[in-house]
């Protein structure tokens, strides 16, 4: 098994539906560009209010993926 090398990349995803919609949806959008992603981190997570319900959530993460030879 060869030893990897990984770069990451933060992203920000938003959903007015929920935290993992927002994940996946960043993660779907940069998979179009990004190959080999392998891993991701959450490092923040926010919500708006709007008349005291969460109306849209925003999650920021890091993506690693392996670099090509």
Known sequence: MPNNIYK???LTG????SIEDAVQGA???ASK???NIRW?????????????KVVQWQVTL???FTLED
């Open 62 to 64: 890091k993506a690693g």
């Open 33 to 35: 560009t990004v190959r």
């Open 8 to 10: 990451h990349i933060e």
């Open 14 to 17: 938003t959903s007015s539906v």
């Open 40 to 52: 991701m981190q959450i490092t923040e997570t926010r919500g708006q209010v709007d008349s005291g």
């Open 27 to 29: 993660l779907a959008r």
